[in-house]
């Protein structure tokens, strides 16, 4: 019963994965591969400084949740995911730096703000629905938005690329492995896959509200 239960559990966290996939199929806006160099620059600046403000706002989140994670296997992952985003945070503030950028000068949408404001609220959710949004569906976005990044900026500021492959992208794929692990312990009967499930797709569609506000200064303020 135990290995039937545990193979359904895996083919959901799979058949969860591709639905996640197939819903940002098209609609990651934040970059333009089509744009002119110049512009498709600016708009990887942008999302540094956004990112500066997105990993300070994760170290938050993460600090508030790791006393609601009653289960132990989780919320022993969750102090290095807590440390990782700090050091992002430092990582990228350095960066923009080094650009001649003053790292601290972003102002978020209020879009982004609600975002984490809400991220931040939800600990008072079940683990499942938690770990389902930010590191199951939120962060394995993250991982394929960065390799996008990485992709486009390689020409366009190498260090930048390097920087974001080498000392980024692998902590954010152990980050949504995180919530991989966590649906896999948890996501064991019908009522918590359609937690899961409905989690996911709440997190998706408010992060693409926010993409889209996200788009639309980028191309307004470069």
């Not at 403000?53 to 006393?67: C, D, K």
């Not at 569906?137 to 930048?160: N, V």
């Amino acid at each position: 019963m135990t290995r039937s239960r545990d193979r359904g559990t895996e083919s959901f966290v799979k058949e969860l994965a591709e639905q996640n996939k197939a819903f940002w199929v098209g609609r990651d806006v934040r970059l333009d591969a089509d744009a002119p160099p110049e512009v498709l620059l600016s708009q990887i600046r942008y999302r540094m400084r956004q990112g500066v403000y997105n990993e300070l706002r994760s170290v938050e989140l993460i600090a508030a949740w790791i006393p609601t994670v009653r289960e132990r296997e989780i919320r022993e992952l969750l102090p290095r995911q807590l440390e990782d985003e700090q050091r992002h945070y430092q990582l990228l503030r350095q960066r923009l730096r080094e650009l001649g950028e003053d790292a601290d000068a972003y102002e978020p949408l209020p879009e982004w703000q609600a975002l984490f404001d809400w991220l931040v609220a939800c600990r008072a959710r079940p683990t499942v629905e938690k770990l389902a949004m930010f590191q199951f569906a939120g962060e394995t976005q993250s991982c394929e938005g960065f390799e996008t990044l990485i992709r486009l900026a390689k020409d366009l500021d190498p260090e930048t690329a390097h920087l974001y492959r080498t000392q980024i992208l692998p902590d954010e794929y152990r980050h949504a492995a995180i919530g991989r692990q966590a649906l896999l312990l948890l996501a064991d009967t019908p009522e918590r896959q359609a937690q899961a499930r409905a989690a996911c797709r709440e997190m998706n569609v408010r992060v693409f509200g926010t993409y889209q506000a996200h788009r639309a200064r980028s191309d307004r303020k470069g």
